[in-house]
């Protein structure tokens, strides 16, 4: 029973300081979450990387003791990193570009742009997924562009002209 719950290494000093460990880890989460919306709440490879990151780096917080005060260290300053990592790319257009990559168009007049598709391996299944989610069709035709962007979302610009045939 020891070997499967490792209980033979527990005790209620350790557990309660785990659990002191694990708030404090929370507090600082939903104090990331409440200052710094944009790595929330906007998608984009950066922000993926740093919230793995995150996530890893205060899960080893909480269960080593010994690792705690060099993880919160190291939360700063990935923190630090990736604020100043976004405001050089607001103030520096290229770098955003290199960061992010340009937005890609993969549907134009209707016509689905293969090379583009094949390039960012996405099928035509997932793009009629994602036009069916957003405008409730399967039908390229009405659509005029359909975009890729640096989020990774795809953004789909309607043909008026034949939405209203």
């Known amino acids: 029973m020891n070997l499967l719950f490792g209980t033979s290494f527990l005790s209620v000093s350790s557990v309660f300081y785990m659990i002191i460990r694990a708030a404090i880890v929370y507090i600082l989460g939903v104090l990331l979450a409440r200052f710094h919306k944009k790595l929330v709440g906007v998608r984009n490879p950066l922000n993926f990387i740093v919230f793995v990151m995150l996530g890893s780096m205060l899960a ?82 009405m659509i005029k562009r359909a975009i890729l962007a640096s989020d990774g979302t795809i953004n789909f610009t309607i043909d008026e002209s034949k939405s209203e045939q």
């Open 60 to 141: 080893t917080g909480v269960i080593m003791p010994e690792f705690f005060l060099p993880v919160v260290a190291t939360l700063f300053f990935l923190l630090l990193m990736n604020v100043s990592v976004t405001m050089l790319a607001f103030y520096i257009p290229p770098l955003e570009l290199l960061l992010k990559g340009p937005p890609v168009e993969l549907v134009k007049n209707g016509k689905i742009l293969w090379e583009q598709m094949e390039r960012n391996y996405i099928t035509k299944n997932e793009l009629l997924n994602e036009l069916q989610t957003q405008l409730q069709t399967r039908d390229l035709s």
